[in-house]
Structure formats: C-alpha cells, structure tokens
C-alpha cells in the first residue's frame, strides 16, 4: 500500500513542474482569480517561511510579504489549479525549517543571505568571451592612446626645444 501510495503522490506532481523551492526563498506566486466573468493573473511576491507536507501529492507552502507596513501571509497548495506558476526571485541560506519569527522582525533586522538567481541562470562561457572581448579592447585602446600621447608629447618637446633655440638666438 505505502508503493501505490508514493507513486499517486509522484503522478499527481507530473502535472505541474515547479522548480526547486525550500523555506527562505524569495518567490513569485502567479495565481489566477476570478472576479465575476473575468479571471485575471495576479503575482504575490514573498519569503518562504514554511513548506509542509513535502512527501504528500500536495504540499503546502506558507508565503509572507509586507505590504504597506502590514504583514500578509498565503498558505498555498503548490500543486492547486488555481496556481498558474511559482518563479523563484533569490535563494537564502537559513538554518530552520520554519521561519516564523520573521514575524515578529523587520526586513532590515533579517540579514539573510541571498543568492541571486539571474547570474545563475546565464552560462559562463559566453560572458568570458565578452569579458576577454572587452579586455581586448581596452588593451587595444589603451596602446592606441599611448601612442597617441607619446606622440604629443614628442611634439610638445620639439616646440619646446625649437622656442628655446630662438630665445637663445636672440640673446
């Protein structure tokens, strides 16, 4: 029974492929309502500060955001209908398993450490090569420049040299 239990759990998961969250995490949660005729996608941003039910066919998470100086918290299923898609913003690194003592602080009083998801996102080959592309063009630049400064400053010494020729051979 355990083994049909686990693979219901695992078949009702293929629906929907999140990435991967965990408590700490900053997120974007697409929900869509329904407000009369019309349905609509709204995008609730927040920090993760529980995730329950992890091994169950819906597990829920709980996601706080402050808003106009009041707290608001969502505890969502992720794998709900009306859940349109979950877009992780940045990862933290905490050390517990429920955070609910953000409640009582403030954002600035936090101090987590977050990892941003964007420069991850990117391969790392291709900005080398624009890093080196760039260099090269500094570099390039930079002799272009010398040259150009040497330059100037030779014919800066020859006028020099040439007006001080002239007032001697007045003298």
């Known amino acids: 029974m355990n083994k049909t239990l686990v693979e219901f759990n695992l078949n009702q998961r293929k629906s929907k492929n ?8 900053i997120v974007k949660v697409y ?26 066919s819906s597990p829920m998470i709980t996601v706080r955001k ?10 969502l ?4 209908s009306s859940i349109d898609k979950i877009e992780v913003v940045k990862k933290a690194k905490v050390k517990r398993a429920k955070l609910y003592y953000i409640r009582d602080k403030s ?11 964007a420069k991850f996102g990117a391969s790392e ?25 040497a330059e100037e400053v030779t014919s800066v010494v020859k006028e020099e040299a040439v007006e001080k020729k002239e007032v001697t051979d007045k003298k």
């Open 77 to 80: 299923p992720v794998y709900s």
């Open 31 to 56: 929900r869509r309502i329904k407000e009369g005729g019309k349905e609509r996608v709204q995008i609730f941003e927040g920090i993760i500060i529980a995730k329950k039910g992890g091994q169950s």
């Open 107 to 117: 954002a600035k009083s936090l101090r987590l450490k977050y990892k941003d998801i």
């Open 66 to 75: 402050v808003s106009s100086g009041v707290g608001v918290e969502l505890v």
């Open 18 to 25: 999140y990435p991967e969250f965990k408590t700490g995490d």
């Open 125 to 149: 080959e291709p900005v080398k090569e624009e890093v080196i592309e760039v260099k090269e063009e500094v570099v390039e630049n930079k002799e272009v420049k010398e040259e150009k400064v």
